[in-house]
Every structure is written in structure tokens, then in C-alpha cells.
DNA sequence: ACTTGAATCGAACGTTCGTTCGAATTTCTC
DNA sequence: GAGAAATTCGAACGAACGTTCGATTCAAGT
């Protein structure tokens, strides 16, 4: 039978790993990568037999169905992410670069880890409802420390805008990114983190009323025309 | 045989619809439908035939593959969004104005036809070569668009910034929804196209230098309180 | 009414799907 | 190195898949 401890084990029960999770957690690693290239219903059981050169027959020693290793991918990803950025969030105390810490970690993970993060984007949908209950508490979490921590920019700066569009725009920025980005192109986490950073941010404070006022903003800002945008936002 | 007028005719060759057309749409029109709930994967022939209430035969009288249908209906749904979008441009000459209206005419097609417009987001990398090409045309004139009305903007505010990661974050912002939008509790296509706008010219406009160090902002901003966002972005 | 082509259908094709099972093999324990 | 437990496998299951084909029904012109 299984090991006691699970492959999405917490950081708190750190068990040293048994061959049983070394392996489970090789065949979630191949498998995460089948699904990124076919997506879940496009990727068929013998397609992650062929990615992890194990049989058809031996992956379910590991996994009871084809749904569950999806399960376990997402749960896995989700858990990781979210431990991530608590652990980070601990060391910042200004709601802005909290935020900022939030982009980061987000962008950081995604980029390191494109496929898990495309598979955990794109296939949102497919678990059925008792999979896709135990997910949907780690998604909310995920969401709600966004809304916290948008609420506190909030009151902090005497701002006034949708918390719920707000932190629903910001994931489409973020999470649209496994679309496009191309590491020979696009720079890396850190930067783009700044960048995004900046444009939501500076989006969301809508501090001068008159600021999109098209005539009043390009005169406003003719006096002091702008250097470079990044020296503001620097960490 | 086929009439010789296609179901994603332009509406310059506006020959009346035959049967043959009219059948057509109603078929994509049910399989956009099927599309959205089940993915292009997980949506089998069958399902389509149950939807359109057409025997499986009858389809491929129709299609001459689950593919082209997937193709037929993400062409058409690209084409009717870009031809809307330059009638709607001919009519604006401000730059800010254009781009509200690149995100209005976005999200008012998205939110009126949410189906087309999640099977569109949703399935953009299934296509194999042959379809995928033509349709990338389609996806790369739309994107450049984007790119040179933000580029007008950029000239005429003088700004600096990355013209592809906006983009890619607009984009992203706009086609998120998909995963989130919920009309009994979300506002309309124009209230939400407004506040998006809004966060994105504002985080775009790196005017004010010092905007986003939070000292000096918050100072300026003390200064003059904010009153109602909405008002200063209002068309 | 009869002909003709367009439109639709039932039934089946061969393939691939997710999953199972008993046997074989490997690994661990003593 | 023998025995037990953990792991892997080949082979097959029934179901569902996308697609095809010949026959049938429908709509329109004469």
C-alpha cells in the first residue's frame, strides 16, 4: 500500500520522502507537462504512460483515475503557491509593497513553474464536484488575501474602486500571461512583477481626480515631463 | 453542394442567407454553446448532435470535421469583432477615446456573446497548423491594432513604457473574464469597459514621476481628496 | 404528378479511450 | 538467500470516439 505521508505533503509534516512520493511526484512532474502540451482531455492515459516510461497499468498503482492526478496537480500548485506567499508576506508590512510582494510571488512561481501554472489556469473547470469542492476553498483563499490585502491599500491611501474588479483584473493580467510569454523575449519575473506592479497600482490609486482628464493631465504633466517610469517603482 | 456564399461571409458580399446558411449558424451557434461547457476536447459529435438535434450524419454534411467547426466558429467570432471594431473607430480621433473604445467594443462583444468569446479564448491553441495559421492572422491584426492605438497614446502623452507587456496585460485583463463574469452580480459591458479603462490608462500614464513612491504620493494626494473616480473617465 | 438535387438519417466502420486484473518482477527485511 | 511486501507489467475489457456510406426523405421546378 501507499505511504503514510501524501505526495502533496505540508511543509509541516516533512517526513523524509519514501520511493513511493520520489516517484509520485516524477509522474505528477511528467504529467503536468503532458497536460500543458494537450490539455487534460486531449492528453489520454497513455500519453503520460509513453512521457513517464512507466505502463499504462503501473500509473495507477499511484493514481485511482485519470481525474485524480489533476486533482493532485492543481491541489499541489495551489498549496505551494499560496505557502509562498505567506511565508513572504511575513516580512512586509507596507500595504503597497505587500502587493507588490503578491504580484511577485505570483509572477516568480508562474515562470518558474509555466506548465503546473498553465495546467492550474486552463483546466479550472474540468474536476468534478468532489475534486473540484476541496480546490475551490484553496482558489477562494488565494482570492480572499488579494482582497485583504487590496483592502488595506484602500484605506490606507483613501482610494475608492471595486475590490472584486480590481483583484479579478489583476489575475487576467497575471494569469493571461501563460499566452504569451516567451523567455527569449520577455524579461524576467522580476521586472515584469514592477511593471505590472506599476500599471495596477498606479490604476488603482485614483488619487488626482483630474488625472484622466485628457487636457488637464497632459498639462499637468508637461511640467514635469517624465524620466524613467521604473525609477519610481524600484524595490 | 454548398451555396456559394460561406456562414462567415463578410458583410460585403451580402447575399441573402440561403437555407443552407441559416442552418449553419444555428448549428455554430449549438456548438458554441456545447463548446463553452465541455471544452473542444471534451465536447464528442454526439454532443453537438444531441444540441442540434441533427443526427450525427447530418453534421458532416455541414463540417467536414470537428476541427473546421472549431475553426468556423473562432474565425467568425475574430472577423465580427474586428470589423465592429474599425466601424467603431472611424468615429473616435483622441487617442484615450480610441483605446476606451478598443476596451468597450472588447468587452461588449464578450459579455453579448460570452460563449463564442470563451470558446475563442479558451481554445485558441487546439487548431493544427493548417487552420491555426489563418486564424493567427486574424489574432495578429487584432493585436497590432491594440499596439498602434496604444502607440498614439505613448506619442501624445509622451510616455515610456513596455507597448507589448500593456498590451498583453489589457488583453489579459479583458479576456480573464470569462472565468469570473457573473451578470447578476457584476455591472454591464459599459460600467465594467470604464473601470478597466481607468486602471489601465491611469497605470499606463507614468506622468507624475514620483506617482508611485507612496510618500510622496500620499502627500499629493492629501492635498486634493478624492472625489468620485468614475466622473473624470465618464464618455 | 414527376423529376432532381439538396438535406437528413440509421447503422456501422476501425480506432482509441480510461480502467481492470492476475501474473511477474523488483525491493526490502531478516 | 528465502520470504514477504511493494511495485510493475502485458493483455484485455466495454464504452465512446470521429468519421463514412448507402439509403431515405424533403423541397422546389416544371
Chains 1, 2 share one sequence.
Not at 34 to 59: C, N
Not at 110 to 123: I, Q, R, T
Not at 162 to 179: K, P
Request: hydrophobic share 40%; proline share 3%; charged share 25%.
Amino acid at each position: 500500500m501507499a505511504s503514510l505521508s501524501t505526495a502533496a505533503q505540508t511543509s509541516a509534516t516533512a517526513l523524509p520522502p519514501t520511493r513511493y512520493d520520489k516517484r509520485m511526484s516524477e509522474i505528477l512532474a511528467h504529467a503536468t507537462e503532458v497536460f500543458r502540451e494537450k490539455g487534460y482531455e486531449g492528453a489520454s492515459m497513455r500519453d503520460l504512460s509513453r512521457a513517464t516510461g512507466m505502463s499504462l497499468a503501473g500509473l495507477y498503482y499511484y493514481f485511482e483515475s485519470k481525474e485524480r492526478l489533476l486533482f493532485l496537480i492543481q491541489k499541489h500548485t495551489f498549496t505551494t503557491i499560496v505557502a509562498r506567499l505567506k511565508k513572504r508576506l511575513e516580512h512586509v508590512s507596507d500595504p503597497e509593497e505587500k502587493i507588490r510582494a503578491f504580484i511577485l510571488n505570483h509572477l516568480e512561481y508562474f515562470l518558474a513553474n509555466p506548465a503546473a501554472m498553465k495546467v492550474l489556469s486552463h483546466e479550472a473547470e474540468v474536476l468534478k464536484s468532489g475534486f473540484a469542492l476541496e480546490l475551490a476553498a484553496s482558489k477562494r483563499e488565494y482570492y480572499r488575501i488579494c482582497v485583504a490585502l487590496l483592502g488595506d491599500l484602500k484605506q490606507e491611501w483613501e482610494l475608492e474602486f471595486s475590490t472584486r474588479l480590481a483583484v479579478l483584473s489583476l489575475f487576467g493580467m497575471m494569469n493571461w500571461i501563460y499566452t504569451w510569454y516567451n523567455p527569449r523575449i520577455d524579461a524576467d519575473a522580476a521586472a515584469i512583477a514592477r511593471e505590472m506592479g506599476d500599471i495596477f497600482l498606479r490604476g488603482v490609486a485614483n488619487g488626482c481626480k483630474t488625472s484622466l482628464k485628457k487636457t488637464d493631465f497632459n498639462s499637468r504633466c508637461k511640467e514635469s515631463p517624465n524620466g524613467n517610469h521604473h525609477a519610481a517603482g524600484k524595490r
